[in-house]
């Protein structure tokens, strides 16, 4: 149980509380190890002019803390996780999700199959 816990909180949360504890950086450096892995990409929707804001984050508070750190006086209006190439996701399952996100940035999502 711990460990799903800890994966809950971001990497800036961890280190902000490694700076707030005043640890020192060798005591920190745990809290640095590669999550890359665990990162999904999301859409976020903000602003008057709904805007879409594209990110690599761990989860849907990642996603928006990185959206309102680039866009600090915006307004988050939906985030949603976009399906990667991993996401064993079924033909309905996967367009329900683009119906989704086509409806949520206001235009449609044209899909390319890419053969090698």
């Not at 994966?7 to 005591?27: G, H, M």
């Not at 990185?66 to 209006?77: F, M, S, T, W």
């Amino acid at each position: 149980m711990k460990s799903n816990q800890t994966n809950s909180i971001t990497a800036t949360q961890r280190i902000a509380s490694c700076v707030e504890k005043q640890d020192t950086l060798s005591s920190c450096v745990h809290h640095l190890e590669d999550r890359t892995a665990l990162l999904r990409t999301w859409l976020v929707i903000f602003g008057r002019d709904r805007l879409s804001f594209f990110c690599q984050a761990e989860d849907v508070e990642h996603a928006i803390e990185q959206c309102l750190n680039a866009y600090p006086d915006e307004k988050v209006i939906k985030a949603m996780r976009i399906p990667d190439a991993g996401d064993n996701l079924g033909a309905d399952e996967r367009k329900t999700l683009l119906d989704e996100i086509a409806s949520a940035i206001g235009m449609p999502i044209i899909e390319v199959e890419v053969v090698a």
